[in-house]
């Protein structure tokens, strides 16, 4: 198992926060500026952290050495014409991790966190998650990045945490948010294929 996959499995993608953690964020001043921008609820599923964990895993340095050496184990099998042992190692390679992340999203969406939809308001100085009456803001210069896939737009909030929105949801108005993120991110943490 990777260590993307270790940490993936660790701890949520998305994970909102306790009252006591929530009195903390409130200490510490961040605050909801102005009226919302956009707002949507979420619901996330086994199918939209199937999505993120592909993209993230696929992304990273073992994600694509992993792909690789499979390519490269099929390629002596076929090639040189070596031994079946190429052929099988291969083809375990190449589906063990799209079909082990497929078991750790369907494991998380099963958490109670994703039991319920995920509110987001987006406000000038960041973004507020909610669900019930804990409440969670992060502010736009602490995200790390966004990008897209063809069925998500992620906002990575931490190394191996986001917030993500599945175009499912939001309907015919994924450019609407897409705009709001490019005109409040850095520029340069911003890769959505629109």
């Known amino acids: ?5 270790k940490e993936l499995q660790e701890s949520p993608e998305e994970t909102v926060l306790t009252e006591e953690q929530t009195e903390e964020v409130k200490d510490a001043g961040v605050e909801p500026e102005g009226e919302p921008l956009y707002e949507v609820d979420i619901q996330i599923n086994t199918s939209a952290l199937y999505d993120y964990f592909l993209r993230h895993v696929y992304t990273s340095f073992s994600g694509m050495l992993g792909t690789v050496i499979g390519i490269f184990m099929l390629m002596l099998y076929f090639v040189k014409e070596s ?7 291969g083809i375990v390679i190449i589906l ?3 079909w082990s992340l497929y078991l750790t999203a369907k494991k998380q969406a099963l958490q109670e ?13 960041g973004v507020q998650v909610s ?7 992060q502010k736009w210069e602490d995200m790390l990045k966004a990008v ?3 069925r998500s737009i992620i906002i990575y909030t931490g190394k191996n945490s986001a917030s993500i929105f599945p175009r499912k949801d939001l309907g015919g108005d994924a450019m609407g948010l897409i705009q709001i993120i490019s005109t409040h991110m850095d520029p340069k943490k911003v890769k959505i294929k629109e």
């Open 96 to 98: 063990y991790l799209p």
């Open 131 to 137: 669900q019930g009456d804990i409440k969670q803001m």
């Open 148 to 150: 897209s896939t063809t």
């Open 113 to 125: 966190t994703f039991k319920n939809p995920l509110h987001y308001a987006f406000y000038e100085n």
């Open 1 to 5: 198992m990777s260590e993307e996959q």
């Open 83 to 89: 031994s079946v042992i190429y052929l099988i190692c």
